[in-house]
């Protein structure tokens, strides 16, 4: 089965700082998506940015980019511009025919 | 996005007794379904994914006759915890999409179920 490896429990920025959430995943299919979710204190999941695999553009929704590193089985989330509404969990996701994985979790702390 | 809903938001049940969380998509036609559970301040754990008029596939662990998930239309699946004990407390997540793995999964707000 894939893994999703988020080795960063917590992460703290400063307003309008910049802060890079980590994930690494092992995978031996070709063929395959990768996401970053925002769970807010409302449990609400939401799709931040997603990836895929056979792009080798790393994907951008505003302030939100990633970097993909196919080779080295890494998809980092870079928050620029960072905001208080930006606190939450973030989890990091892999997607394929036959799996649908999950990373530990990321709590990021925003502070004014 | 496309909207999912979850009913109930909050459940409590006593031991024993089976409860079912509805899971719908109001504004397009879900031909997969998936469920999930979080315990708190963990990940989400896939149970089961179901398409649409078929049988579900669980995951590795997850037990098949306690956890019976019907998908018997394009708008709604049905999670039934059967004999719940209070190791089944926790938080249950349903998300909805289109047959593929291209397609983006749209998640419904969970549901809490607490067995007493």
């Known amino acids: 089965a894939q893994t999703v490896t988020q080795s960063q429990p917590e992460m703290s920025v400063q307003e309008a700082e910049t802060v890079t959430l980590s994930c690494t995943y092992d995978?031996?299919?070709?063929?395959?998506?990768l996401f970053w979710y925002k769970q807010p204190p409302s449990r609400q999941m939401i799709l931040v940015i997603r990836?895929?695999?056979?792009?080798?553009q790393n994907a951008t929704e505003n302030r939100f980019s990633v970097n993909f590193q196919k080779a080295a089985k890494s998809f980092s989330l870079k928050i620029s511009d960072s905001q208080l509404g930006d606190a939450a969990m973030y989890f990091c996701a892999y997607r394929s025919a036959s799996d649908m994985r999950f990373g530990a979790g990321t709590r990021l702390t925003v502070k004014p | 996005g496309a909207v999912v809903s979850q009913h109930p938001s909050w459940v409590i049940c006593k031991s024993g007794t089976s409860v079912k969380i509805e899971c719908r998509s109001l504004d397009f036609q879900a031909t997969t379904m998936f469920w999930y559970r979080q315990f708190p301040k963990q990940s989400l754990m896939l149970m089961a994914t179901?398409?649409?008029?078929?049988?579900?596939?669980?995951e590795q662990g997850v037990e098949k006759d306690k956890f019976l998930i019907n998908h018997a239309s394009l708008t709604l699946s049905t999670l039934t915890v059967t004999s719940a004990h209070p190791e089944d407390s926790s938080f249950y997540i349903c998300?909805?999409?289109?047959?593929?793995?291209?397609?983006?999964?749209?998640f419904g707000p969970g549901t809490r179920l607490t067995v007493t």
């Open positions: 179901s398409n649409e008029g078929s049988k579900a596939t669980y």
């Open positions: 998300s909805a999409s289109l047959a593929g793995v291209r397609y983006e999964q749209y």
């Open positions: 995978t031996s299919e070709s063929d395959y998506y």
């Open positions: 990836q895929e695999a056979y792009k080798q």
